[in-house]
């Protein structure tokens, strides 16, 4: 039987490249839209256009118990989950010095609470089956930092302590935890930013000299799903084109 794969936020630009790469490799793919998302039927009639079927369930990855009912449910109609990756999430930017508590809270909720909330309720099913893969999606600026980002860069570098502190817990039960870091990759939000800013700002921190595309980060998610990933844990791998390395 196909292994399940559950993506967070599948219909944004990183986790979509990520189910098609996943649906590629023959695994059951399942993902979730925030509750209030109208364009879910859509996007999943369009997918379905290509080639690909996917089930999607509503589920605020911020709220706990949406994401309990979120899983059961998907437990209940397809099975147990074998991949989850944490990839929904949102950025509210400004300086610290404007910073309120609804952004930071807003923020910390939805990047580092949901890697809680989801991974708690498909945890201990994947160590009592002995195979598990947990794939964090955290963000070079978690590494770095970034300006006008104190809520995200601590969101996505809680990511990483996270991914290790679990990976000790569940080493010997053939369940890896690990965090991905990319750099600016080309979805619809960066494409978003103004070409002269993009050009002048962006690109130039690139050694590549371009963006990543979010199908090279789904490779990297389809290789820590795959069973020769088995002896990589608590790793935070970094896609960024060499803009930060250490
Ligand atoms: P998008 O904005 O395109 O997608 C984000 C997804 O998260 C959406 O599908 C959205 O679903 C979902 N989401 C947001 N809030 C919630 C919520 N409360 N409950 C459920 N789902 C929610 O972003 P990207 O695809 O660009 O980014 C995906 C991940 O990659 C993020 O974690 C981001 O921080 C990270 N990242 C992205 C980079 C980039 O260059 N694009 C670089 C580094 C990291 P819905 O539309 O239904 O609300």
């Known amino acids: 039987m196909a292994r399940i794969a559950l993506i967070t936020g599948g219909m944004g630009g990183l986790g979509e490249a990520i189910c098609i790469k996943m649906a590629a490799l023959g695994y059951q793919v399942v993902t979730t839209h925030s509750p209030g998302n109208t364009k879910a039927n859509e996007w999943l009639a369009g997918m379905e256009q290509q080639g690909y079927k996917f089930r999607a369930y ?4 911020a709220d706990f118990e949406s994401a309990q009912k979120c899983i059961a449910q998907i437990t209940q109609e397809l099975g147990p989950i074998d991949v989850l990756v944490n990839n929904a999430g949102i950025t509210r930017d400004m300086t610290f010095k404007k910073m309120d508590k609804v952004n930071w809270d807003a923020v910390i909720k939805t990047n580092l609470d949901s890697v809680f909330n989801m991974t708690k309720p498909v945890c201990d099913g994947m ?7 947990i794939i964090n999606i955290s963000s070079v600026n978690g590494q770095k930092g970034a300006f006008g980002q104190t809520n995200y860069s601590a969101a996505k570098a809680g990511m990483h302590g996270f991914s290790k502190a679990l990976a000790l817990e569940v080493a010997r039960k053939g369940v890896t935890v690990n965090t991905i870091s990319p750099g600016y990759i080309g979805t619809k939000m960066v494409m978003a930013i103004p070409s002269d800013v993009l050009e002048s700002k962006i690109i130039p921190q690139i050694p590549m000299g371009r963006l990543g595309k979010p199908e090279e980060v789904a490779g990297l998610v389809a290789y820590l799903a795959s069973d020769e990933a088995a002896f990589l844990t608590g790793a935070n791998i970094a896609i960024n084109g060499g803009q930060h390395m250490y």
Do not use: F
Request: charged residues 35%.
């Open 127 to 133: 160590v009592e089956r002995g195979w598990g893969r």
């Open 58 to 61: 509503p589920c605020d990855v």
